[in-house]
């Protein structure tokens, strides 16, 4: 499957993982719950808090897993 998503939003279910190509400079904002973030090529993963903003820095892949019920956006 593939679903290709600009901006908006997305839930996730507690251990679901999204792959982002090439996303960098978009803004992925945490809901009502934290998700981890692992970019391609950078040193430390983040976990992102809800309510908190992180911009993806690479074009590589990144992956972000949700760390309960979140809800994911991208701008």
């Known amino acids: 499957m593939r679903i290709e998503l600009k901006t908006g939003a997305l839930r996730m279910t507690r251990g679901q993982t999204l792959r982002v190509l090439d996303g960098a400079g978009s803004t992925v904002t945490a809901g009502n719950a934290a998700v981890w973030i692992t970019e391609e090529n950078r040193p430390r993963d983040i976990v992102l808090e809800p309510g908190h903003t992180y911009r993806l820095a ?17 701008a």
Not at 58 to 74: H, M, P, Q, T
């Open 58 to 74: 690479n074009r590589g892949v990144a992956v972000i897993e949700a760390l309960g019920e979140a809800s994911v956006s991208f």
